[in-house]
């Protein structure tokens, strides 16, 4: 294992989680940004996207989630209507190193911010244009 000029998460206990962590640090030339994302790191991202403003926020979020992690984010309205927040798509989509309860964390909190802020999924749902005006 070649030593990274960073420090990077802790491994999981063995057989919680599938990352790949190691294979991914042992691999030359692989995506190691998101191993930046340490245990105080993500408590510090999942503060902030449970506490998101706007729409805006938001998808200023995903996009520094990808330049600065490499981590990609699908956010959409489900296949049938829209009734609840569950209606919301939300997809971190899987990548080596990336921890399965990261995974599950992050949708988890940008809905906690949607659920205090309504506006946030009001604006989600209308980009397509749903609620303009015939």
């Known amino acids: ?8 998460r802790t491994e999981c206990p063995p057989g919680a989680c599938v990352c790949g962590r190691d294979a991914l640090i042992a691999q030359p030339g692989g995506d190691v940004r998101i191993l930046r994302l340490t245990r105080d790191e993500e408590k510090r991202l999942l503060h902030r996207l449970e506490n998101l ?6 998808r200023r979020m995903e996009s520094r989630l990808f330049e600065q992690l490499g981590v990609r984010l699908s956010i959409a309205a489900g296949a049938n209507e829209v009734r609840t927040l569950r209606g919301i798509t939300i997809l971190v989509h899987e990548q080596p190193g990336l921890c399965r ?23 989600l749902l209308d980009e397509d244009g749903l609620f303009a005006s015939a």
């Open 1 to 8: 294992m070649t030593p990274l000029p960073f420090p990077v």
């Open 53 to 58: 403003a706007d729409l805006a926020d938001l």
């Open 101 to 123: 309860k990261t995974r599950q964390a992050i949708p988890a909190a940008i809905k906690k911010s949607m659920d205090q802020r309504p506006q946030i999924a009001w604006d």
